[in-house]
């Protein structure tokens, strides 16, 4: 009989697997990135948004600069800031993504988005001020898991990004033994 290895844990925005957890109830699975990586992989889902009771549906959420800050806010009122219970969110899975040896998370995403996210200014209906900003959640997972293999699903449709992201998670699962 054959011994089949355990597939690598890695964490992914739910959203990602077909779950229905989006601000308007639907999802986004992407199921090439699925299919792919599903055969090395075992997947985590996340979701920031629902994981700190914000519910579904729900009111959308964006990104908006006040002061120096970047905060978590309700688009069609920003008296509702989320930014908190996100980042106390992140604070409290640390232990739960430590097990992991690689994240895919969602682009565009205020609580998700590594990169090119929508930043607001406050005070303003709809003026944006640039795509620079970084979802709550993904700038928390890369200050405190620095080394942790990152990449959005819009990356992983890019055949040579798609097999870096891959040798970047099994060359940390090796370096850590225990994913």
Do not use: W
């Amino acid at each position: 009989m054959t011994h089949t290895p355990e597939k690598i844990k890695i964490g992914i925005s739910s959203c990602l697997l077909g779950n229905e957890v989006r601000y308007d109830g639907g999802h986004k699975r992407d199921a090439n990135v699925i299919d792919e990586l599903g055969k090395y992989f075992d997947f985590v889902a996340f979701c920031p948004e629902v994981e700190t009771g914000m519910g579904v549906p729900r009111k959308p959420v964006h990104l908006v600069r006040r002061g120096k800050e970047i905060l978590a806010l309700q688009v069609d009122n920003h008296a509702r800031d989320f930014t908190r219970q996100l980042k106390v969110f992140s604070h409290d899975t640390h232990r739960k993504i430590s097990e992991l040896c690689g994240f895919i998370l969602k682009e565009n995403s205020p609580s998700c988005g590594m990169q090119s996210v929508r930043v607001y200014q406050d005070n303003a209906v709809d003026e944006m001020l640039d795509r620079e900003g970084e979802g709550i959640f993904a700038r928390s997972l890369k200050k405190q898991f620095p080394r942790l293999p990152l990449e959005e699903e819009d990356g992983l449709h890019d055949p040579v990004l798609r097999k870096n992201f891959v040798e970047c998670v099994f060359a940390y699962h090796q370096s850590m033994r225990k994913c």
